[in-house]
């Protein structure tokens, strides 16, 4: 499509919004990726870029040694950018200036790291021609038996993907030669990768509970740590193993080789530890412990940052604290004494006398720390606002109070015998002792 200087105005009203333009000048200068043969424009060629269209999702662009232009698909050239960029970009691309691969595997992917555990972006079909722009730095790809001879390549496809993609099952060919050469490397016979494997590694796998704990937004800093797990792992020298943390357990297990035997287990070696994955967010881990008994333990795959999690929920319990020590700081009970909050997380409590032995020890000091280490059903949340742990000097047992801020002053009540599982209050004590602390 030929486009003169002088109907440019005539061309914006007519896709005002969806261009960008400025006057007569060009957005600058891009590399084409993609060889375009109905107007013989080779991949590598540096264009200059006139205009950019969101809707139609095309660039109009110079076509070189020429005065025509002509409308060419977004991610079939680089972002505009100055002419010595646009340069230094082609550059980038001249080892494969030429160069294209046949895909022999279906279903091979695309990523978006050259790692084979990273996410997939694409999924190419058997027979699929892709665009080769370079060669990167990348992890190592097994198959069980060892590492796959190739390397990893950024590569395009005829739909615009971008991403990476590793040698082993591609042929790449030049296309000005217009012949299929086999990739050096690539001798060995294929071999075809194990796709629900990889996946299963791709995935960060928690223990079971975890998904009750976030589903309830419950996150318990006693029962929880990013660290716990079953993790997939490849050292620098390239040596393969897995890893499983609990709070009661904490093994390392090095394998060679991971047997399939059937759809949804696997085996690592002759280790006796077992993999069972049959929905891919839900697995079972068989293992022989110390004692030589066989256990088993129960993972889930999360998207969510466990660590992101556990960061917030500290950051809402000391908020929690801070809140209901600007609310007083001090509280008075002619009956139960006076509590000072120092700060959010230290009290000085005097004069509670009438609660020694049966709730504080008397070996108890008049200062404490103050935690907040429980949750507290729904059905309790119309009563009260949580639980206060208090840590008593000189005490070794914790001290629990459900407690609620109320118009001129706080409410305690003394969940000694309350129900707790789980670090979860689900009842209250039977006839507890309820105490009521006017704000000073």
Not at 1 to 21: P, R, S
Not at 127 to 155: D, M, P, S
Not at 196 to 218: C, D, N, T
Request: charged share 25%; with cysteine.
């Amino acid at each position: 499509m030929k486009i003169k200087c002088v109907n440019k105005l005539i061309w914006i009203i007519l896709i005002a919004g969806t261009l960008f333009f400025t006057s007569c000048s060009s957005l600058g200068y891009g590399v084409v990726l993609w060889n375009d043969s109905e107007h013989n424009i080779p991949e590598g060629s540096i264009v200059k870029v006139f205009i950019k269209s969101n809707i139609s999702q095309v660039y109009v662009i110079g076509v070189p040694n020429s005065k025509e232009k002509i409308e060419i698909p977004l991610w079939q050239i680089t972002e505009p950018s100055k002419k010595s960029h646009a340069k230094k970009y082609a550059q980038k691309f001249s080892e494969f200036e030429h160069t294209y691969a046949s895909v022999k595997l279906d279903g091979l992917p695309i990523r978006a790291e050259p790692v084979n555990t990273a996410k997939q972006v694409y999924r190419l079909r058997k027979g699929e021609i892709i665009r080769v722009l370079f060669k990167g730095k990348g992890q190592a790809v097994t198959n069980g038996r060892g590492n796959l001879k190739g390397e990893w390549l950024r590569v395009l496809t005829s739909t615009g993907t971008l991403g990476w993609c590793f040698s082993f099952n591609l042929d790449l060919f030049d296309r000005t030669e217009k012949t299929v050469s086999e990739n050096i490397e690539n001798e060995e016979t294929e071999v075809q990768i194990d796709e629900y494997l990889e996946s299963i590694k791709a995935k960060s796998w928690y223990p079971e509970y975890y998904s009750s704990l976030i589903k309830h937004g419950r996150i318990d800093l006693k029962r929880i740590n990013a660290e716990y797990g079953f993790k997939f792992a490849i050292d620098e020298n390239m040596s393969t193993s897995v890893h499983m943390r609990l709070s009661d357990v904490n093994k390392t297990w090095s394998y060679s080789e991971i047997k399939k035997v059937n759809d949804y287990q696997y085996e690592f070696d002759d280790l006796k530890l077992t993999l069972t994955c049959r929905n891919g967010s839900f697995m079972t881990i068989q293992y022989m412990d110390s004692d030589g008994k066989m256990k088993s333990e129960n993972f889930v795959a999360l998207e969510e940052n466990i660590q992101e999690l556990i960061d917030s929920e500290i950051l809402r319990r000391q908020e929690e604290l801070k809140a209901l020590a600007e609310f007083g700081p001090i509280f008075v009970s002619s009956n139960y004494g006076t509590i000072t909050f120092n700060n959010e997380n230290n009290i000085t409590w005097k004069n509670y006398n009438l609660l020694v032995p049966s709730v504080i020890s008397k070996s108890a000091l008049g200062s404490a720390n103050v935690t907040i280490d429980y949750f507290i059903t729904n059905a309790l949340k119309t009563e009260f606002d949580g639980v206060l742990t208090f840590h008593f000097t000189g005490m070794s047992e914790e001290v629990n109070f459900l407690y609620k801020k109320v118009d001129g002053g706080l409410r305690l009540e003394d969940a000694t015998k309350a129900t707790i599982k789980e670090n979860v209050v689900s009842s209250r004590s039977t006839s507890p002792l309820v105490m009521f602390f006017q704000k000073k």
